[in-house]
Structure formats: structure tokens, C-alpha cells
């Protein structure tokens, strides 16, 4: 059997670490493990960290018409929007994504009135996934918050859409450390975790292929989910009950 | 444009009310909506009242083997794999899904070690969507953990396969009734949201979309996430960092 | 300083395992650990494994009255009430509580439209915390869900009333597993976790200084929170917003 | 009986709302009805709108050390710190806690490193709630997560220290509103709302009571939870499981 071809997909990763540029962030290298994959898969890739943008905070779609300054959101708003697949990293807090992540969440969200052509979310047709970091708990959790707002405003999500690495409990090294209370660590914390290995490239492929299969199909058929025929009336097999 | 034909599909509702029947499940009045429009649309649907049956707790195949008397699950088990299209619907309690649809989820699971032909996990290639019905409030906490799990063990999540009901905070009818604190209300509680009508619709076509997709697809091409080639050894484009 | 005196209060451990005795629970191993502390403070302690059990499922106080044969329900409720301190202990399954967790908190729910001499809900004046076991993922999430329902039905929470033990990502061996994958593990595992074991030792003494303080001021007063009162039109210094 | 005495306890208001002032937060119009009633028990309150200042994202106490220009953070947190209740408000979007919310206690976390006099986390002997505003769905969510972390870095929670408003299912006005697609409501929206009303004015005084008892108690004796004396050796009556 040939392999699929990918090459005319694009994905997106939003990293969502609470750290600036220059300094090291920990879900960006487990993030490029997967990037990595898509790279050699012809996969046009490309990793924004968020908290190296302005982008204010709201749920309007350019947030200088509502009392902020600057506001680079509508500019990487293209970004995402125009790649066939966004895959959402975030570091773990207290068993939560990040802020960062948080204000990703609200500002695709307030972009959810907008449709296609079809008349359907702007988001279907797309799909998306999500990478998790932390030294300890959380991965499933954090997950379960973006994987479920990416759905709910039109993503689809493939099986198992969610990687990630944590330590056991308590204070530790962070996934790629190469140090820890002053010794060496070698290999690099977690690169050598079969669990986190296969997830990170199973969700990967899951991915591409249902994005590929999405993209050949032309989305979804707007028969049933069109926002604005369903306002125009049309209700296809839909009957309220009485 | 022709409409979509999904004669060829199946739907199994799994309804995890605590309510044994013949009581009266608001949670089956909604699943019912979206049941109708699979029914006119020529799927094939079936609704199990989960509580009904003697389903065991724990994470094994069949819990006869480990201490129960009975288990009805393997049973159960065939119909919900068997089925393209899976739907959880829970009542809300105290912000929560159901004791019995966390006991799903579980069971679920416990099935999740099988692989298929391709040698990917069992549940690939199938979609799944929940439906929510509580008096006042969590229909988004229900849906993340439901939708959450659904992904993890292989289900394919489409837009917005998530919907439901809730009345506004505090006491108070829950969805179909027809009485509250002695008056008579009509239409039944509900019956007319156009929000729930239509999140109920959107979802209900959204997974027969979806499960049309993968079916004709002959589900998910095994390149990149066959749990067995990667325990032979198989890596694809994955590289372990360094 | 003199110690405090802890040998007027009562503790119950509610252990939500999935498995029936006398199969090896590793939440009990851990809440053993809690429970010897609370015994050599001379409080009274007991464990319920619940699914040891005929507990109906549903939110009536007794589920005999409403379609079910059995229910231990009332005979455990008993107990649980009469305990200064409530203990909740469960499994991790997929990031989630356990589904028999999920059905404590449905029956202790159950009984919250109870109130007191003073007209405040029936757990008011009782603390609660809650012990949390997994091999990988989740105790956070888990704690959260717990402690939020306890909180809601009127038990009090002391600072970090949260601990557990978990492993890295992906499989591994239980808390106080002494073999795995064949390979004998000494000392079992987890039983020398400084966190697990500082977090236990925090959460059980702070449960205890919390549940002192409230026995000797008699619970809370009920100015400001008596649910007759307020019923009765009583409302302190609330005003209606206009 | 005489009513309790509140006169030397202080209170906090953190407004998580994502508008900057001086446009119109519905948080803030629900905390001032928990505010009104503890300005008639003469206790002291402030309400900080964290939008309004500029807080640093991050985990370390002060940010201008790490990168960024500006930190308003340490002044904020002095008032948080030095009032003996925190009462955390926030909107829901997409069910979730607000991202300034997030932030929130991405920084409160930030100082849980600090100990107090007697070696107990800094926030030993403080307690907590939440007031949470939607117009249509998770206030129990959001308040899982906020009272989670609170008591998880030291904050106590009395019982039912989570009140809210949100509307029923689907678009609709928010908390306080006074029109609603054109029309006039009036009162305001949920100013009646004899749940919400209740579950603020009980959580206000539980509040109150708790924070009362542990100002007059010195907070918690340090017997068995010093982080301190943990890590000087001390270990009270707990036993490491053999």
C-alpha cells in the first residue's frame, strides 16, 4: 500500500507556555517532536508563542475597537484559521492549562459567530489536537478543556487527539530537562518514554488523516449544520417535539 | 444537490438516566429528537437504558470472571460496537454526568486494550457525540469528560457533538415537563428552545457526516497509529529527540 | 506547647474502589496511612469500602421506597453523619473519579434537603477531604470534583485537603505495588513519596485542627446561612439588589 | 442571642472579568450584593478589577526580575494577603473560568512557596469563595476549579462558599441586565432570583463565620502541617508505610 500523501495540508501549533522568547519552553520541544513528523511529511508547519504576541484579551475579533491599544490577535487569527489543522500546547498550573491557553480559548471563540460559505462555523472542516506539559498531573484534564471547546466551535477531533508528559507526583524535572537538583540527566527527561512517544505520534497521524479526508471531501456537506439556513428555516429531518 | 444517503449507517443511544424504567427519563425525551431525525434519515437506531440491565463495575471485558454473579455488559458491548455512531446522555448531577455514565466510561475503557484487523484500537473509525439534560446547570462539564474519554479510547468527535438542556440557575422543571410546583406548562419544558432544537440537529448530522466520511474511508488508514506495528517496532516518521 | 487533643472526634474513610473485597485496594493502602495517623490521636476511625455495599443508585434517601429491593444506603448515611470527618478515597479511571464515587456523591447529595436543629444543611459543622490513587494522571481533577461537591452540600475544607499518589505518564505500577512486570520493587512503591507522604500527613492533621475548632464552637452559628430561616423570610443583612 | 461581631475582618474582591473599567462587569454587580452585607456587618472590603491593572503573566513573585516591564502584581498582592477573606469572581466563556481568572491563580500560586511564622503555607488561616456570572451554563464548573486551588495552596472553604448567577440554555441577557433584544426588563435580570440571592447571602456569612473562628483561634497550630518542621525532620504521629 502507498503511503498517503500529505503535502498539501498545513498545521498550526499555538504554543501557550506562560514563558517569553528566548527562554526555554518545555512544551515547545515535546510540541516539535510532533512537528518534526509532520516536517518530513511534507506538512507545512509553523508554532506561534502566544505570549510573544500582543494579544489583548476579549471576546471581540479585533479588541482595538473595544478600549485596547494593540491587539495582534486579528493578524495571527489568519494564521490559524487558514491552516487545515491547530494543534493547542500548554504547560500544566495547579492541574490547569494556562492562562494563555485560556485567552487562546476566548478569542477563537469570539470568532464563532463568523461562517463559511456554506453558512456553517467558520472552524468545520478543520481539525484539532492538543499537546500537554507538566512536572507532575493534569494532562488528561487539560485536555478535556480544549479539546472540548475546539469541538464545540467546529473542530473535529480525531482518536486520541491529546499527548503529553508529566513525572509522578511532586516536585521534579520538566519534560527535555537535562538537569535536576544539580546532576546530569541523560537522555533528556521523558524523550524516552515509549508512552509519550507513541501518543504524541499517533496523534500526529490522526490528524493528518482526517484533515486529508476532511480537505478531500470539501468539509462537511451543509446539509444539517448550516447556521444560516437553520435561521432561514430550513429544519431538514428536524421536527420539534410535541 | 443530492442529499447525503446514510441508509447504510448505525446509532446506538446509550442513556445513562439513574432512573430505572419504566420511570420517566427527560434524558431519553431529548436523545428521542435526535433519534427521530436518524430514524427518518433510514439509520438504524437503538436506545439502551443502561440502568435497565445488569451491567458490573470494574475495568474488565466481562466482570463474571472477576467476583460478579451476572454481567450483561459483553452483551451490551456488541450492540455499542457494532454501532458507527455512538451517543452518551446523562442527567446532571450536582454539576456532574451520572454515576451510571461514568460506569460506561469505564467499561468502555476496560475494552480499550482491543485492537482491530489494522491494529488500532478498537473503537477507531466510529464517531460519538453526547446529550445533556439537567435543571439549572453543567452541560459543558458533562460534555468535556464524556467527549474527552469518547476520543481517548478511538472515537472520532465532529463539530458540536455536544447539546442539551438546562433551565436557568436555582430549582426548577426539568426538560419535557409538563407541571411545575402544581401549574400546567405547554408547550413541555424545553420543546421550544431553538438553541437546543438546534445543537441537537447540527449534532445528529454532524455525526452521520462524519460517520458516512470514515466509513466509506474504510475508517482510519493504519499508517502511523497501529498500536500493534508500533509494539513491532514500526516508528514511521516519528524520531526519538535527542 | 501541649499537643492538641483530637479524642473527641470521629473519622470515616469512604474508600470508592472499584474492587469488592477481599481484592487489594490501593486507595485503602494509602488511607491507611491517614488512618494511622487519626489513631494514634486517638480519634475514631473506620473505613467503608462502599462497593463491598448494596447501595441503590439515585438521589431518594432510600431507594427501597422508589423501585429498588436493596439499599445499605440509610445504614452507611447513618455513620457518615455521625463522623466529624469525612474522607472520600477513589481510583483514577481515565483521568475521573470512579463511578462509585461518582454515586457516593449522588447519595450524599440525596440527603442535603435535610437540615439541622438550626435549619442549616445536614453536613454543616463535618470537614472534608479526600484521598485519590491512579498510575499516572488525574489526582487534581479528581480532587477537584470531590471537594467541590462536599463544599456544596455544606462540609467545611480545611487547607490541602487533597493528596494521593500517582506515576509518571503512562502504565506502571499502583501505590504499594511490590512487583511489576515481573520485577520485584522494594520498598513497594510510593511508600517513600515525601510529597504523597507530607501531603497525607498535612491533610489529615488539618482536617482534624478544623474539625476541633468547629466541635467546640458548636458548628457555625446560623445567623446568615439557616435555610428555615431564610424560608421564613428572615435575610440578616442581605438586600434585595434593585 | 447576640449577633456575631465581624468589626476586625477584612475582605478582598478579585473581579476576573474580562472588560477593563469603566465598561459594565455583571461580576461585579453580583459581588456587590455579597459586598453590601459585609459592609453592613462592618467589615472591611475592597474590589480589586485585575484587567485594570497591568499583572505579569507567570509563576515567580515578581516578573519585572523575569523579562517583563512591568508587574503590578506585588502591590496586588499585598492587599490579597493581608485581608483575611478572598472572594474570586469571574465570568464563564465556553464554560470555563475567565483567563484573568486563570492568571489569577497562576500568581497566587506563584507565592505558595512562602511560609508564614510558623512554617505553614502563606495562606494558612485565610479563607475562600467564588461568585461566578454566565448567561446560560457552568457556574459549578468554574467554582471546581477556583475553590480547588485556593484550598489547595492554603485557603480554608467554609460550606457553600460558591454562589452565582446564569441564565437557561442558549443566548440570553446577563446578570444585572436591564434590556434584552430591544426590550425593557425590569427589575433587572436575577435580581430576583431567590436562589442566587440565597447562595450569595449564605456563602457571605459562612464566610464570615469561618474567617471569625480562625482569626480568634491564631489561624491553624502548626502541629502537623509546617512545612518547615517537615522539612527539619518533624513527622508528628505519621509513619512511613512499610
Redesign the interface.
Known sequence: ?K??DFSNLSAIYVNCT???SP?KSHTS?LM??SR??MD??NVKTEEIRL?DHQVA???QPDMTKH??DKDEWPTLFEKIIKADILIVGTPI????????A??L??RL?GMSAETNAKG??I??GKVGGCIITGN??????C???I???L????????????C????????GPSY?DTEWKGEKVH??VG????????N???M???L???AN??KS?GG??E???SKKK?EDGT????????
Chains 1, 2, 3, 4 share one sequence.
Open positions: 500500500m503511503n498517503p506562560l514563558k517569553k527562554l520541544t516539535a517532536v518534526r513528523i518530513k511529511e505570549i484579551i476579549g471576546v478600549n485596547w498550573w495547579l492541574g490547569e492549562k494556562s492562562s494563555v485560556q485567552k480559548i476566548e471563540y456553517q462555523y472552524y468545520y507532575e498531573d493534569g494532562i488528561k484534564h485536555a478535556m478543556g479539546l472540548y471547546s469541538q464545540h466551535i467546529g473542530y473535529s477531533i480525531p482518536p486520541q487527539a491529546d503529553g508528559w508529566i513525572g509522578k507526583v511532586g516536585p527535555s537522555p533528556p524523550f524516552e518514554s515509549d508512552f509519550t512517544n507513541q504524541t505520534t499517533f500526529t497521524y490522526n493528518l488523516h482526517l479526508m476532511l471531501n462537511y456537506s446539509y444539517g449544520n437553520w429544519r431538514w429531518n428536524f421536527e420539534t417535539p410535541a
